[in-house]
């Protein structure tokens, strides 16, 4: 077999997560910027076939963005990408090595999820807070979907007009690996949606895409985060604002209201129970935070009259 270059590799690895595994565009971008920034450091070693490459340039590498000052979780991610492209060289006979082997991901502090608190998730419901124009209702609607569904940013933008049944109160979902799931939703959210169709239709006339942005085309995934931060901001002291911190809030406040774990991990689409249960240390942690703050002997009182 002819020495193979590394772009082709790349190559290969892209077609196949991109047809085979119908990974989503983003992810796939994701997998190979972090490739493609390894193809150019190590060529920069001299290496230019895959069968040149070692563990050693892997470590190279990772010590490189890890003396940028990149964040661990972030390395460890790039690792990961790696991981999986030669994985499938392996198991496509391209390359036999298990060069992964000999490499360490960083150690990742564990990070409790950020969460809106309930009184600040509250404020989306103010009458006055969103203009009465198309865009003031798309954005209330945008975020009281994020924060009443907990789907995932790239699930709302790539909602359709045909993914809402108002009669049946569902939401059709295309999530992570292509896998649909249904959502239920409120009557006043079924309602919000029904007004939000009404003007969207009066300004744009009927389109595919549910959210569509100030041109009548699909909102993408950094028009959401915009209108996030817009609004949260504002609404909100957490220590992070963005569109995922709602799905956080999502299930941390279903669990607090006495939610099951597995109809959180259903509703917000988890493949692995473990995932859906850092919720319940969240949850924890606010309990300790609400005594410390509440409990009369945690801030040092008498419990004599």
Do not use: C
């Not at 999986?84 to 060289?89: G, K, P, Q, Y």
């Not at 009927?206 to 028009?223: R, S």
């Not at 809030?249 to 850092?278: K, N, P, V, Y």
């Amino acid at each position: 077999m002819q020495p193979m270059k590394l772009e082709e590799s790349i190559a290969r690895f892209r077609d196949y997560i991109a047809t085979e595994r119908r990974m989503a565009a983003g992810t796939v971008r994701n997998y190979i910027d972090d490739l493609e920034d390894l193809a150019a450091y190590v060529k920069a070693l001299g290496v230019e076939e895959l069968d040149q490459l070692e563990a050693n340039d892997l470590r190279a590498w990772e010590m490189e963005h890890l003396n940028r000052g990149e964040a661990a979780g972030t390395v460890k991610r790039r690792l990961a990408s790696v991981g999986s492209w030669l994985r499938f060289l392996r198991r496509h006979g391209f390359f036999e090595r298990d060069l992964m082997a000999k490499v360490s991901a960083p150690r990742v502090p564990n990070r409790l999820p950020v969460f809106f608190r309930e009184k600040e998730t509250e404020h989306l419901y103010d009458e006055g807070l969103f203009g009465d124009d198309f865009i003031g209702q798309r954005d209330r609607l945008l975020l009281r979907m994020l924060y009443e569904t907990g789907m995932r940013r790239a699930e709302l933008v790539g909602l359709k007009e045909s993914s809402v049944d108002l009669g049946a109160l569902t939401l059709k979902v295309l999530g992570k690996r292509n896998k649909e799931r249904v959502i239920p939703i409120e009557n006043e959210l079924a309602h919000n949606i029904s007004d939000y169709l009404a003007l969207k239709h009066q300004e744009w006339g009927e389109t595919e895409w549910l959210f569509v942005n100030d041109k009548g085309g699909q909102m993408d995934g950094n028009g959401v985060y915009y209108v996030v931060r817009k609004y949260m901001r504002l609404l909100s002291t957490a220590d992070r604002v963005s569109p995922h911190v709602f799905r956080h809030s999502f299930a941390t406040h279903i669990l607090d209201e006495g939610g099951s774990m597995r109809a959180i991990q259903e509703l917000l689409g988890h493949e692995s129970l473990a995932t859906t249960e850092q919720y319940t240390h969240v949850t924890r942690e606010h309990l300790k935070e609400v005594y410390k703050h509440a409990h009369p002997r945690s801030r040092g009182g008498s419990d004599k009259e």
